[in-house]
């Protein structure tokens, strides 16, 4: 019982520090970097960082699955213009970002983008799932 109060007021607080460290940056930092955070600061102990890292692997588990139950009674033309809107505003970010690049960085950045592609394609490829 210790360990799940332990585990929910930790699961609260790591929101709370990951937005305050934050500072009002784009982009949300991974759970991975929340936990890490958690521990440093928190100065957390092993078994309390591999509770807090069970309790958010859980918790976006849990939330994958709630999404794909309600993704699953969308009709196609919805799932659609969702996917659209999706790559409208990766390309929208995509440009922006390209945009405050100097043709140097531009050059690096499209390298590594077809470089994730590609290794991305080989590992959907090997995955099992598909």
Same mark, same amino acid.
């Given at each position: 019982?210790?360990?799940?109060?332990?585990?929910?007021?930790?699961?609260?607080?790591?929101?709370?520090?990951?937005?305050?460290?934050?500072?009002?940056?784009?982009?949300?930092?991974?759970? %991975?970097?929340?936990?890490? =955070?958690?521990?440093?600061?928190?100065? @957390? +102990?092993?078994? $309390?960082? &591999?509770?807090?890292?069970? /309790?958010?692997?859980?918790?976006?588990?849990?939330?994958?699955?709630?999404?794909?139950?309600?993704?699953?009674?969308?009709?196609?033309?919805?799932?659609?213009?969702?996917?659209?809107?999706?790559?409208? %505003?990766?390309?929208?970010? =995509?440009?922006?970002?390209?945009?405050? @690049? +100097?043709?140097? $960085?531009? &050059?690096?950045?499209?390298? /590594?983008?077809?470089?994730?592609?590609?290794?991305?394609?080989?590992?959907?490829?090997?995955?099992?799932?598909?």
């Amino acid at each position: 019982m210790k360990n799940v109060l332990l585990a929910v007021a930790l699961s609260m607080a790591v929101p709370s520090l990951a937005l305050a460290a934050q500072g009002g940056q784009g982009g949300a930092p991974s759970p %991975a970097q929340m936990v890490q =955070q958690a521990q440093q600061e928190l100065g @957390l +102990t092993n078994d $309390q960082t &591999s509770i807090l890292s069970d /309790a958010t692997q859980e918790e976006m588990r849990a939330h994958y699955e709630i999404n794909m139950r309600y993704l699953s009674r969308l009709s196609d033309n919805d799932k659609a213009a969702m996917n659209q809107e999706h790559m409208d %505003a990766a390309k929208k970010r =995509q440009t922006r970002v390209m945009g405050m @690049l +100097t043709p140097e $960085q531009q &050059s690096k950045a499209a390298s /590594a983008y077809m470089r994730h592609k590609s290794e991305a394609e080989k590992a959907k490829a090997l995955s099992p799932e598909q």
